[in-house]
């Protein structure tokens, strides 16, 4: 397959342009794809599956494009490398699983603190209807760890923004 080109050419401006370009679709995708998934109520694994089928797929339509002479050996050859590069996306993203499941768990709970927010805002509503000024307290949480509580605080604003770039920022890059 092409590997680093862009539109079947190397960029003028080298390594860097290529990795820029590759980020901005990469988001741009990454974005339709969400909403594809949030339009259909796709589940996650699913989306994953036919977005792996559609790589390969896309992998050997660019083989037979972009190949003066195709053939069935060749086509081969080039989804061995594919395997390649792609059983060492997954040793990248093994390496940075921690990392990962951290991100996820502080963007869900940043989720749920916004989801309890907005019941709260739902409460007092009622109660304001209803005649009363107060709004009950939230139980505290004995098992919360002070440093994801923080940082759920500050994503709270904007969850679904949150997981998305978590996501986003998580998931290996092709090299």
């Given at each position: 397959m092409s590997g680093n080109d862009f539109h079947g050419n190397p960029p003028e401006d080298g390594d860097e342009g290529y990795d820029e370009a590759?980020?901005?679709?990469?988001?741009?995708?990454?974005?339709?794809?969400?909403?594809?998934?949030?339009?259909?109520?796709?589940?996650?694994?699913?989306?994953?599956?036919?977005?792996?089928?559609?790589?390969?797929?896309?992998?050997?339509?660019?083989?037979?494009?972009?190949?003066?002479?195709p053939s069935v050996g060749?086509?081969?050859?080039?989804?061995?490398?594919?395997?390649?590069?792609?059983?060492?996306?997954?040793?990248?993203?093994?390496?940075?699983?921690?990392?990962?499941?951290?991100?996820?768990?502080?963007?869900?709970?940043?989720?749920?603190?916004?989801?309890?927010e907005a019941a709260e805002g739902e409460v007092a509503e009622g109660l304001a209807a209803e005649g009363e000024t107060t709004v009950p307290e939230p139980e505290a949480d004995a098992e919360e760890v002070p440093e994801v509580a923080a940082e759920s605080a500050e994503t709270a604003a904007s969850p679904e923004k949150t997981a998305a770039l978590t996501g986003a920022r998580a998931f290996p890059r092709r090299q």
């Amino acid at each position: 397959m092409s590997g680093n080109d862009f539109h079947g050419n190397p960029p003028e401006d080298g390594d860097e342009g290529y990795d820029e370009a590759y980020e901005a679709h990469r988001a741009a995708l990454w974005d339709m794809l969400m909403a594809y998934a949030d339009q259909h109520d796709l589940a996650d694994g699913f989306l994953s599956d036919l977005v792996s089928d559609l790589g390969l797929s896309l992998r050997m339509v660019a083989y037979a494009a972009e190949t003066e002479r195709p053939s069935v050996g060749g086509l081969r050859l080039d989804l061995d490398r594919y395997a390649r590069e792609m059983g060492e996306s997954v040793r990248e993203a093994k390496k940075g699983a921690g990392e990962f499941i951290a991100e996820a768990k502080a963007a869900r709970d940043a989720e749920a603190a916004a989801e309890g927010e907005a019941a709260e805002g739902e409460v007092a509503e009622g109660l304001a209807a209803e005649g009363e000024t107060t709004v009950p307290e939230p139980e505290a949480d004995a098992e919360e760890v002070p440093e994801v509580a923080a940082e759920s605080a500050e994503t709270a604003a904007s969850p679904e923004k949150t997981a998305a770039l978590t996501g986003a920022r998580a998931f290996p890059r092709r090299q």
